[in-house]
């Protein structure tokens, strides 16, 4: 069982950056792929980004790709999201997820309860 919380949202004004963090609290973190997603009102949920177990590859969703960019380390079993020129399109409630794979499709196994991202003026 993996347990993921993650931190870091809030109220940010239109282009300015916020660093979502997400700690695992599970020994085989660096076997895991992590990935984020995102939920706005009344929409789906959205793929923003993934990174393989060692970091060497990483994927974005369209919507985010040259502003955000996810990273990992191992030691602190912990990933990050770091997310620059926002804007109102990206206010949402961001989870963490553990995956199996990078490549898939697939509901990941594990989720983290979410943290608030809101930007506006």
């Known amino acids: 069982q993996v347990q993921l919380v993650e931190s870091g949202g809030g109220l940010v004004q239109p282009g300015g950056s916020l660093r979502l963090s997400c700690v695992a609290s599970e020994g085989t973190f660096s076997r895991y792929v992590m990935e984020w997603f995102r939920q706005g009102p009344g929409k789906d949920r959205e793929f923003v980004a993934g990174?393989?177990?060692?970091?060497?590859?990483?994927k974005y969703g369209d919507s985010v790709k040259g502003r955000f960019t996810i990273s990992r380390d191992n030691a602190k079993n912990t990933v990050y999201l770091q997310m620059n020129s926002l804007g109102p399109e990206d206010t949402a409630l961001y989870y963490c997820?553990?995956?199996?794979?990078?490549?898939?499709?697939?509901?990941?196994?594990?989720w983290g309860q979410g943290t608030q991202v809101t930007v506006s003026s």
């Open positions: 997820a553990a995956d199996n794979d990078l490549d898939s499709n697939t509901i990941p196994d594990y």
């Open positions: 990174i393989s177990w060692n970091g060497g590859r990483t």
